[in-house]
């Protein structure tokens, strides 16, 4: 899979391991470190990822903390 269109997978990955109970509301995700080695991507494309999740709400940053996981019933839904 080219990397512009891994930011998708790691989005739909979180998505799908926060509704499989993996992860859970509340929970931080790994640091973007971590995540670029998991994915072997670069650091534009976990940023691309965050942005997407935000936007969906299924994760807060919050500056000096790391990014977590929101509630479920707060996620916007893909049109």
């Given at each position: ?36 080695a ?13 942005v ?19 509630d ?8």
């Amino acid at each position: 899979m080219p990397e512009s269109a891994g930011y998708l997978r790691i989005a739909d990955d979180v998505m799908a391991d926060v509704r499989s109970g993996k992860l859970k509301a509340g929970e931080r995700l790994p640091s973007v470190a971590e995540t670029r080695a998991e994915y072997s991507v670069s650091y534009g494309t976990v940023q691309l990822a965050y942005v997407r999740l935000e936007a969906l709400r299924v994760i807060r940053r919050q500056q000096g903390k790391g990014v977590f996981v929101t509630d479920p019933k707060t996620w916007m839904r893909e049109p």
